[in-house]
């Protein structure tokens, strides 16, 4: 399935009265649902993940992708602080930001030790699959 068409099915899914949809196509299977209690919360589950896309460009600096289309958050909440700042050193490992993706939050962490030297990105935009995200020099 095309993401276009699946970002497309859930954006109509959102916006519709239903909620609960699946949807299967050969090897591919995606289930939505919503909760209809307006008064209650829903908690968005966090998933930590270490498939950023990463290319080495030269001399020890790598550039980060992200590995899914989805919504770039530098903050776990928008009270807290960036998780990285420009000039900033991180250790493999660290949480460099996070990707909102229906509704879950995935967590993406450094690949290497090193500093941040650009973030391509502003808090809230979309960003599509293999965008570059940040630059880290090792």
Known sequence: ???RMLRRIIKEF???SLSKLEITEKDFNVKL???????FEVLKPIVTTNQSLVHEVKD?????????????????SPDQAPFVRLNQRVEKGEVLFIVEAMKVMNEIKSPVS??????????G??????????????
């Open 114 to 123: 090193g500093v941040i030297k650009k973030i391509n990105v502003l808090d």
């Open 60 to 76: 020890n600096h790598y550039i980060l992708e992200s590995p899914l289309v989805g919504t770039y958050y530098e903050a776990s």
């Open 33 to 39: 649902e919503k909760n209809t209690n307006q008064d």
């Open 14 to 16: 959102e916006n519709s």
């Open 125 to 138: 935009q979309t960003v599509e699959f293999g965008q570059k995200i940040m630059e880290i020099e090792e």
């Open 1 to 3: 399935m095309d993401i």
